[in-house]
């Protein structure tokens, strides 16, 4: 039994909705064929719904309400708030636990994106936030692990090439058939060779990516700053640091060492400060470099629309209550210094 199936009916029952087995089940049912089959974009709608933020289409909720509908007529549209928000919750919940593993971890980082170091909470009355946690840490690990390069090696050309000798041998000329079997087989070994050659290459981008990441430890040096990583104010680090450490990283999901990456780097924990001084300690040259998408989202970007309206004022604090107020962060909230680290890493990462 997975995950989903063992869980789904305690997801829900904290919204006292009152089901019976039967509508339980129908619901499940449901939501697990709304998990595998929303977009991204969908699933991501499904998290705005949840945090009580709008949605980017509002056909969104109108073809996953419709979607129960379907299956039960008598499921209300319109007049179920609490129970819409509960499936939208568990849908969510539930597509963090199917394949394909990066589909899963992207959709993991969202919803911790969108809770802005865990200071905003979903509207719903279980713990997605850890839900996310271990989604993601599951996935990043999966996406991350290195191939048998040994068994990638040889790849079953031994036993093709065996295969060929032997028939090599026989004194009779192959039929026609045999012909047309010896074409496919050489084209499975031929897509066996490209699917393991792309392993392989993503392998070694990944040593490349983690060997400069590495270097970037042991020199101590920020690029962005121009100076040695103890010179950069301690408020300042978690910004500049995760800022840095987006540029050398090319996959869509975080290693799962991100934390220890930026303690070591300087990141000082446990030390809590508010995002406006973090970003205000760091100066323009820093928050210059920062990736800013064409359309901020004040739920999913947080730090980076805060980086984006500093950059507007020229710092100060002239930005930070309108920024307070869109993104229902508050502006004096106290917050570890890894956290805000974390959180501006993921945003770069996902939306950059």
Same mark, same amino acid.
């Given at each position: 039994?997975?995950?989903?199936?063992?869980?789904?009916?305690?997801?829900?029952?904290?919204?006292?909705?009152?089901?019976?087995?039967?509508? *339980?089940?129908?619901?499940?049912?449901?939501?697990?064929?709304?998990?595998?089959?929303?977009?991204? #974009?969908?699933?991501?709608?499904?998290?705005?719904?949840?945090?009580?933020?709008?949605?980017?289409?509002?056909?969104?909720?109108?073809?996953?309400?419709?979607?129960?509908?379907?299956?039960?007529?008598?499921?209300?549209?319109?007049?179920?708030?609490?129970?819409?928000?509960?499936?939208?919750? *568990?849908?969510?919940?539930?597509?963090?636990?199917?394949?394909?593993?990066?589909?899963?971890?992207?959709?993991? *980082?969202?919803?911790?994106?969108?809770?802005?170091?865990?200071?905003?909470?979903?509207?719903?009355?279980?713990?997605?936030?850890?839900?996310?946690?271990?989604?993601?840490?599951? #996935?990043?690990?999966?996406?991350?692990?290195?191939?048998?390069?040994?068994?990638?090696?040889?790849?079953?050309?031994?036993?093709?090439?065996?295969?060929?000798?032997?028939?090599?041998?026989?004194?009779?000329?192959?039929?026609?058939?045999?012909?047309?079997?010896?074409?496919?087989?050489?084209?499975?070994?031929?897509?066996?060779?490209?699917?393991?050659?792309?392993?392989?290459?993503?392998?070694?981008?990944?040593?490349?990516?983690?060997?400069?990441?590495?270097?970037?430890?042991?020199?101590?040096?920020?690029?962005?700053?121009?100076?040695?990583?103890?010179?950069?104010?301690?408020?300042?680090?978690?910004?500049?640091?995760?800022?840095?450490?987006?540029?050398?990283?090319?996959?869509?999901?975080?290693?799962?060492?991100?934390? #220890?990456?930026?303690?070591?780097?300087?990141?000082?924990?446990?030390?809590?400060?508010?995002?406006?001084?973090?970003?205000?300690?760091?100066?323009?040259?820093?928050?210059?470099?920062?990736?800013?998408?064409?359309?901020?989202?004040?739920?999913?970007?947080?730090?980076?629309?805060?980086?984006?309206?500093?950059?507007?004022?020229?710092?100060?604090?002239?930005?930070?209550?309108?920024?307070?107020?869109?993104?229902?962060?508050?502006?004096?909230?106290?917050?570890?210094?890894?956290?805000?680290?974390?959180?501006?890493?993921?945003?770069?990462?996902?939306?950059?």
């Amino acid at each position: 039994m997975s995950i989903i199936d063992d869980q789904f009916a305690n997801w829900l029952r904290p919204a006292d909705l009152g089901m019976d087995g039967e509508t *339980t089940a129908n619901r499940l049912r449901v939501v697990k064929a709304l998990a595998q089959q929303l977009t991204e #974009t969908q699933l991501t709608d499904l998290v705005r719904h949840v945090f009580g933020s709008p949605m980017e289409a509002e056909q969104t909720l109108t073809s996953f309400t419709q979607a129960f509908k379907k299956e039960d007529p008598n499921f209300l549209i319109g007049e179920n708030a609490a129970e819409v928000l509960a499936l939208a919750g *568990t849908t969510v919940a539930s597509a963090m636990n199917f394949p394909p593993v990066d589909r899963a971890g992207k959709l993991a *980082t969202v919803v911790l994106v969108a809770s802005a170091a865990k200071t905003r909470s979903p509207s719903v009355q279980f713990d997605l936030l850890g839900l996310a946690d271990e989604a993601l840490l599951r #996935t990043s690990t999966q996406l991350r692990k290195r191939p048998q390069l040994d068994e990638s090696a040889s790849m079953g050309l031994e036993e093709a090439e065996s295969e060929a000798a032997s028939e090599a041998e026989e004194k009779a000329a192959p039929a026609l058939a045999d012909v047309a079997i010896d074409v496919e087989r050489l084209n499975e070994i031929c897509a066996q060779l490209v699917n393991r050659n792309a392993v392989i290459t993503k392998s070694l981008k990944l040593q490349d990516e983690e060997l400069e990441i590495v270097w970037w430890l042991v020199t101590g040096w920020s690029n962005i700053c121009g100076k040695p990583f103890d010179q950069i104010p301690a408020e300042a680090r978690p910004v500049v640091f995760a800022l840095e450490l987006a540029t050398k990283c090319k996959q869509p999901l975080e290693m799962p060492s991100l934390r #220890t990456i930026l303690s070591r780097a300087g990141v000082e924990h446990p030390v809590s400060l508010t995002i406006p001084t973090a970003i205000n300690a760091c100066g323009e040259r820093p928050i210059a470099t920062a990736k800013t998408p064409k359309h901020l989202c004040k739920l999913l970007t947080p730090i980076g629309f805060a980086i984006a309206r500093a950059q507007e004022t020229g710092g100060g604090s002239a930005w930070v209550e309108n920024w307070s107020a869109a993104t229902k962060v508050k502006k004096d909230a106290e917050i570890d210094s890894l956290d805000i680290g974390v959180q501006l890493y993921r945003e770069q990462i996902l939306f950059g």
